[in-house]
């Protein structure tokens, strides 16, 4: 039977509509400090996580809100790809082998690749990394309502429309706000930016709360 020629075929591919990344419990013995948080984030390559493993459809992030929103902030700069710093950094804060349960929901294997990811980065600081892989509807249970965890792959915050959901997730009584994380300084700005209604007004609001997020890495 002759061959026929296939013809070429347009692969679409739906934009991410939500961030991804790891969610710090800061009720935890360590992870209370902001100087481990910031090791732990400064310990992990997201550039090349972004390129091995995401094929070219994502980038690494920088802050909690999408590049595509008007309240972006173009000057952001993510904490620097420093190892070790953040050796010395953990070593510091007296952090040095300290084990951390980090959960995300089973089959999902951009979160799995996530952790496994994580947890080689983090043991060439000196931080052992305990996986745990639970079904989604566990997760959400153990994250929001017990607040049973260390870290979890499932980072339930970031904003894309929308930033004013911020509040929610960053204000120390917000609703969403499952890392226990308090900043008064950033309630005090989440609280005007909710307030300021003109977009242009608004702008270098959420310039600074992203720039506190950024610095504080909850």
């Known amino acids: 039977e002759e061959l026929r020629a296939i013809p070429a075929l347009d692969v679409i591919v739906a934009p991410f509509t939500y961030p991804d990344g790891s969610l710090f419990n800061c009720d935890h013995e360590h992870l209370s400090k902001k100087e481990v ?11 090349r996580f972004a390129q091995d493993f995401l094929l070219g459809l994502g980038e690494a992030g920088v802050g909690p809100i999408a590049p595509s929103s008007w ?12 190892p070790e710093r953040a050796r010395q950094m953990i070593k510091d804060a007296g952090a040095e082998g ?26 060439d600081i000196g931080i052992e990394i ?26 339930h915050v970031g904003v894309t429309a929308e930033p004013s959901a911020l509040y929610l997730q960053f204000h120390t009584n917000g609703s969403g706000n499952y890392m ?19 977009q242009e007004e608004a702008k270098p609001i959420y310039a600074e709360i992203q720039r ?5 890495v909850p």
């Open 130 to 155: 305990i996986p745990e892989l639970q079904e989604y509807a566990t997760l959400l249970d153990e994250v929001q309502t017990n607040s049973n965890y260390d870290i979890s792959g499932v980072d």
């Open 71 to 82: 309240a972006f902030d173009e000057t952001l700069e993510p904490l620097p790809y420093d």
């Open 98 to 123: 300290a084990q951390l349960r980090f959960t995300t929901n089973a089959g999902n294997i951009l979160r799995e690749d996530w952790l496994t990811f994580c947890q080689q980065a983090l043991q």
């Open 37 to 47: 948080r910031q090791a732990i984030a400064m310990a992990i390559d997201t550039e």
């Open 212 to 216: 506190i997020i950024v610095e504080d």
């Open 180 to 198: 226990h994380y308090s900043n008064p300084e950033l309630d005090a700005l989440l609280e005007q930016a909710q307030q300021t209604l003109d």
